[in-house]
T-cell receptor
Framework: DAMVIQNPRYQVTQFGKPVTLSCSQT?????MYWYQQKSSQAPKLLFH???????NEADTPDNFQSRRPNTSFCFLDIRSPGLGDAAMYLC???????????????FGPGTRLTVL | KNEVEQSPQNLTAQEGEFITINCSYS?????LHWLQQHPGGGIVSLFM???GKKKHGRLIATINIQEKHSSLHITASHPRDSAVYIC?????????????FGQGTRLTINP
């Protein structure tokens, strides 16, 4: 089945130690999104890629970076994780095609990040 | 910017009860998403609808574009339906659509 896969599902890192989260998709979608979801809060968009074009949300801290080496893969890099970065990180994709179907977002299972 | 409000924020019911979760938004849209998130889990898309009604199994979603309101109904609720239900509306961003989320409704179904 076509899907969005995130690895790892659980990540523990130390304060200040860089960490990379991975997302891959078999849907061949143009758009990939990274959301941050803190406990009991709604997801918050960090950035998205339209093909290779990177688009950062205005309030995303510089500590968060992303790479998309090809259509299938997208990475979230946290350069110096702080305690406040502990959250669920969700990857999503959409086709950006014409019509309503292009707007539907398909989510991965998420990576839960713990910062010690 | 669209404001998305859900009610109730928390809902506890007995197995078998009919459940209704409401969502209203402030700016006209062409489609609305209903999403489900189990505790500690990822997000699953339940529906994306632009008009009328959609049904998947025991779940029914309706939308009234003129009134800027949508409802999610669960018939014959079951403990496995316990989850957070989130409505979200799209907002255009560069080449894509960003989702503006409601605060979620935490549903607990007791056996």
């Amino acid at each position: 089945d076509a899907m969005v896969i995130q690895n790892p599902r659980y990540q523990v890192t130390q304060f200040g130690k860089p960490v990379t989260l991975s997302c891959s998709q078999t849907l061949n979608h143009n758009v990939m999104y990274w959301y941050q979801q803190k406990s009991s809060q709604a997801p918050k968009l960090l950035f998205h890629y339209y093909d290779k074009d990177f688009n950062n949300e205005a309030d995303t801290p510089d500590n968060f970076q992303s790479r998309r080496p090809n259509t299938s893969f997208c990475f979230l890099d946290i350069r110096s994780p702080g305690l406040g970065d502990a959250a669920m990180y969700l990857c999503a994709t959409s086709s950006a095609g014409t019509g309503l179907a292009g707007w539907e977002q398909f989510f991965g299972p998420g990576t839960r990040l713990t910062v010690l | 910017k669209n404001e998305v409000e859900q009610s109730p924020q928390n809902l506890t019911a007995q197995e078998g009860e009919f459940i209704t979760i409401n969502c209203s938004y402030s700016v006209g849209i062409s489609a609305l998403h209903w999403l489900q998130q189990h505790p500690g889990g990822g997000i699953v898309s339940l529906f994306m609808l632009s008009s009328g009604k959609k049904k998947h199994g025991r779940l029914i979603a309706t939308i009234n574009i003129q009134e800027k309101h949508s409802s999610l109904h669960i018939t014959a609720s079951h403990p496995r339906d316990s989850a957070v239900y989130i409505c979200a509306v799209p907002e255009p961003i560069q080449g894509a659509q960003k989702l503006v989320f409601g605060q979620g409704t935490r549903l607990t179904i007791n056996p």
